[in-house]
């Protein structure tokens, strides 16, 4: 399994990204897929994560900020996000298994390479 990330980058406190993540290979039997973020210095932490059947969970402070979505057909995952902090700069990267996703992530579980998302001040 591959998964590919794009559409971090730089933006403003209050402003929108909208991450991508496209798999390919063998992904079948890949329930969970989700987003993990890791800041400089700080422990890699699960943002958002959503199961093959569509069902969501997020982390708290990214709650009602934050939207994770799949396109089965396209093998792709989203993570919109919005009303960004400073706080929110970090490595994203997209992560995939065929277990329920871990707080820090499993080491066996799929990653992509990580995207940066850095918020000005």
């Known amino acids: 399994v591959q998964l590919v990330e794009s559409g971090g980058g730089l933006v403003q406190t209050g402003g929108s990204l909208r991450l991508s993540c496209a798999a390919s290979?063998?992904?079948?039997?890949?329930?969970?897929m989700g987003w993990y973020r890791q800041a400089p210095g700080k422990q890699r932490e699960l943002v958002a994560a959503?199961?093959?059947?569509?069902?969501?969970n997020y982390e708290d402070s990214v709650k009602g900020r934050f939207a994770i979505s799949r396109d089965n057909a396209k093998n792709t995952l989203y993570l919109q996000m919005n009303s960004l902090k400073p706080e929110d700069t970090a490595v994203y990267y997209c992560?995939?298994?065929?277990?329920?996703?871990?707080?820090?992530?499993?080491?066996?579980?799929?990653w992509g390479q990580g995207t940066q998302v850095t918020v000005s001040s």
């Open positions: 290979g063998s992904i079948f039997g890949l329930n969970a």
């Open positions: 959503i199961t093959i059947g569509g069902s969501t």
């Open positions: 992560a995939a298994d065929g277990v329920a996703l871990t707080r820090v992530g499993r080491n066996g579980a799929y």
